[in-house]
């Protein structure tokens, strides 16, 4: 009769339990994409200058984006039209490294702990 039509309490918690797991999950998302909206400058520029101070030469970088979805849960960089010239460039004219798209992944933990941490870079053209 009436009880056959409603769900064992077991399956009733787990889908509430479910629920509100996903709902924080969502607003903890929400609010990440707040902070890096928020803080999108600060992120890039350190980003520009970790990759400054491992290089030595000019490193010239065209454009540069926050990408949220690429490598969840780590955060992306992308840099577009990247140049690298050597601290030799004046001799033999040639650039170390001219690529059209750099996506540096970086930790979540370590940026909103103040220290970002580059863990992979993938260079494309």
């Known amino acids: ?11 009733r918690i787990s889908l509430r339990i479910l629920a509100i797991l996903f709902g924080l999950f969502a607003i903890a998302w929400i609010i ?3 902070y890096i909206h928020k803080n999108k400058e600060t992120i890039l520029q350190t980003v520009a200058q970790k990759l400054n101070d491992k290089v030595k030469g000019e490193l010239h970088i065209g454009k540069m984006d926050v990408v949220m979805f690429s490598d969840f849960p780590n955060l992306s960089v992308s ?35 103040g220290k970002p941490h580059l863990h992979q870079l993938r260079v494309s053209d």
């Open 32 to 34: 990440l994409a707040v």
């Open 1 to 11: 009769g009436y009880k056959s039509l409603l769900m064992p309490r077991w399956l």
């Open 79 to 113: 840099l577009q039209d990247v140049s690298l010239k050597d601290s030799l460039w004046q001799q033999h004219k040639h650039d170390l490294l001219k690529a059209k798209s750099i996506h540096a992944d970086i930790s979540l933990t370590s940026l909103i702990s």
